[in-house]
């Protein structure tokens, strides 16, 4: 069976995202457009990211393609971006200019832009000094966000420090997750 089969081809692109300002620059990484196989209950089947690094404070940021091995049979499937892609050899593609070449082969932009910040998602709660203090909690989705996540990340984070890429991370947390859910 296809594990990218119920998959839907998608990207986020970073700096246009409600909370990229809190994660960029990240040393000379100025930008980064993760794209790739997602599920529709979450998750993915292979992603991998275009990201453009200044390497000089006199040119343009140039692009760089980043891929985990485990998303090596992804890549290989988006074969019309990879021709696309070579038609702007030496172009010094910007992030922008990507992002339309990704919806052209028929990529779905999941950009975040509006942050989930609101009034409804606020609540105030005492603090163990007796301080009140505002939470932000995310708000519920569909197919997976609930306020338990936030106390399963809390045990993960206590128990798994890390210093590493995000990704990482992210995939250890959802291991964990799984774990503790059966």
């Known amino acids: 069976m296809d594990k990218h089969n119920e998959c839907v081809k998608g990207f986020v692109h970073l700096s246009e995202a409600y909370?990229?300002?809190?994660?960029?620059?990240?040393?000379?990484?100025?930008?980064?457009?993760?794209?790739g196989y997602y599920h529709p209950d979450g998750g993915t089947t292979g992603e991998m990211s275009m990201v453009w690094?200044?390497?000089?404070?006199?040119?343009?940021?140039?692009?760089k393609l980043e891929c985990f091995e485990d998303a090596f049979d992804a890549l290989s499937r988006f074969?019309?971006?990879?021709?696309?892609?070579g038609k702007c050899d030496g172009d010094n593609i910007q992030p922008k200019e990507f992002c339309k070449l990704l919806i052209k082969c028929g990529f779905v932009d999941n950009t975040d832009r509006k942050s989930p910040k609101s009034?409804?998602?606020i609540e105030s709660v005492d603090s163990a000094d007796g301080?009140?203090?505002?939470?932000?909690?995310?708000?519920?989705?569909?197919?997976?966000?609930t306020n338990s996540a936030i106390v399963l990340a809390k045990k993960f984070?206590?128990?798994?420090?890390y210093d590493v890429d995000t990704r990482v991370v992210v995939h250890d947390f959802v291991k964990f997750v799984r774990e503790q859910q059966h």
Do not use: M
């Open 53 to 63: 690094h200044l390497l000089s404070s006199s040119s343009l940021p140039a692009a």
């Open 79 to 85: 074969d019309n971006l990879i021709n696309e892609l």
């Open 131 to 145: 301080k009140k203090a505002k939470v932000s909690l995310p708000q519920e989705r569909e197919h997976n966000t």
């Open 157 to 161: 984070l206590d128990s798994n420090p």
């Open 119 to 121: 009034e409804e998602n």
């Open 19 to 35: 909370y990229g300002a809190a994660n960029l620059p990240r040393g000379k990484v100025v930008d980064e457009v993760t794209f």
